[in-house]
């Protein structure tokens, strides 16, 4: 039977030029194949691709898949074990230790409090703009301050750090830095997230890493909470608000449809989640041999879960590769990922981009690309977030 199991080349694969929103060529082929392949990993081991929706959402709910670093069997030597705090790549009760005194701080209702600074904040960016510009970077003068901002205020990062702590994150989520350079970016975020979590607990002020100075974490876990917190609420809403911007402005019918009706906000927002999988893969480890779509993963081998291909999943959506912001059924998607590892700061990321997208389309009734579409940098597929990395744009003075 294996034989005849579909198999993909060396992972990651590029996407197709000219189709900077869909997934890679090789893995929608690998979902027309069946919602399970063979691959190989980057380091030459041997693994499996799951690109199905209901095959990625079953085994992200399944016990018997590890998210533990120190399993994951992709390349030829051993990894180490996650760090303490860095809770993505733990199983329980590891992971619970982490994750449940902080479910409280990032609850619907919370988040929703905060709609009315994050309006402050996203309008202050759009004044920059609008007294700097046109032409303008969006990434840089939009899409990522707003959700800088608003992370490190919600961890008590002092403004005068956000700058450089901005710049360390961008150099080790980008996907294109030599390993001496990310190595150094993220060695100089510890250090610097150390001496941020010793001042919290010698001088709590009102935020999220100072209440949890106030518990039995240590200054190590404290400082690994904090790296995921921030690098994930900065890297992941910031990509969704610059890639979406892009996603609409080649897409007029849809963003005209957004700028008449404000109230398919919430509903265009998920569409665009859904759409672009920004997040667009993760790992686990089979713990014992589990049959998955009628194969058998053997115990220690490590499955690639493919989520932008399974939010394209026709068996799942209707015409999954139309951006449609009307559409009824992006409930499920898998942008936040699913089960124990859901994403915490979900609720977060869609105020943020409620509010932003629609405040960024009001004050710009004419903005659109000040490039041609083909000349957008795009980060490369090695990035953990995919995204662009620059989006110049312009927009028509009142007036004028």
Not at 16 to 44: K, M, N, V, W, Y
Not at 153 to 178: H, K, N, W
Request: proline letters at 7%.
């Amino acid at each position: 039977m294996s034989e005849s199991v579909h198999t993909v080349a060396t992972l990651p694969t590029e996407r197709q030029a000219g189709c900077p929103f869909d997934p890679p060529a090789e893995l929608l082929d690998a979902r027309r194949h069946g919602p399970i392949s063979r691959c190989t990993h980057p380091g030459g081991k041997p693994g499996w691709l799951i690109t199905g929706y209901d095959l990625v959402r079953s085994v992200l709910a399944d016990p018997r898949f590890s998210s533990r670093k120190e399993l994951m069997n992709v390349v030829d030597f051993e990894l180490p074990p996650a760090p303490p705090g860095e809770f993505l790549l733990m199983d329980d009760p590891q992971h619970r230790r982490y994750r449940q005194p902080l479910a409280g701080k990032f609850t619907v209702r919370r988040m929703r409090l905060l709609t009315e600074r994050i309006e402050q904040i996203t309008a202050d960016c759009l004044d920059a703009m609008e007294k700097t510009g046109p032409p303008t970077d969006l990434v840089t003068a939009f899409a990522k301050p707003i959700p800088t901002i608003v992370i490190c205020e919600l961890l008590g990062v002092p403004y005068e750090d956000r700058g450089s702590f901005q710049e360390q994150i961008d150099t080790f989520m980008g996907g294109a830095t030599s390993d001496e350079e990310l190595i150094a970016a993220y060695t100089a975020t510890q250090e610097y997230l150390a001496r941020l979590v010793a001042a919290k607990r010698a001088n709590p002020t009102d935020d999220v890493l100072s209440e949890l100075t106030d518990s039995d974490l240590t200054d190590e876990e404290l400082k690994g909470i904090s790296l995921i917190l921030l690098a994930a609420g900065f890297d992941t809403t910031a990509n969704m608000l610059s890639l979406g911007t892009f996603a609409l402005l080649q897409n007029p019918g849809q963003l005209a449809a957004l700028r008449a009706d404000p109230a398919i906000t919430d509903g265009a927002v998920e569409e665009l989640l859904r759409y672009l999988s920004v997040a667009k893969t993760f790992m686990r480890t089979a713990l014992e041999d589990v049959e998955v779509g009628g194969q058998t993963i053997e115990a220690g081998t490590t499955v690639v879960l493919s989520y932008n291909t399974a939010n394209r999943d026709p068996e799942r959506f209707a015409d999954p590769h139309v951006l449609d912001l009307s559409r009824q059924d992006t409930g499920g998607h898998l942008a936040f990922s699913h089960g124990i590892h859901q994403c915490l700061g979900q609720q977060l990321a869609r105020v943020e981009m409620r509010v932003a997208f629609r405040a960024l389309l009001d004050r710009f009734p004419t903005l659109r690309l000040a490039v041609p579409a083909e000349e957008v940098g795009l980060r490369p597929e090695t990035a953990d977030i995919y995204g662009v990395k620059s989006l110049p744009v312009t927009w028509d003075r009142e007036g004028a």
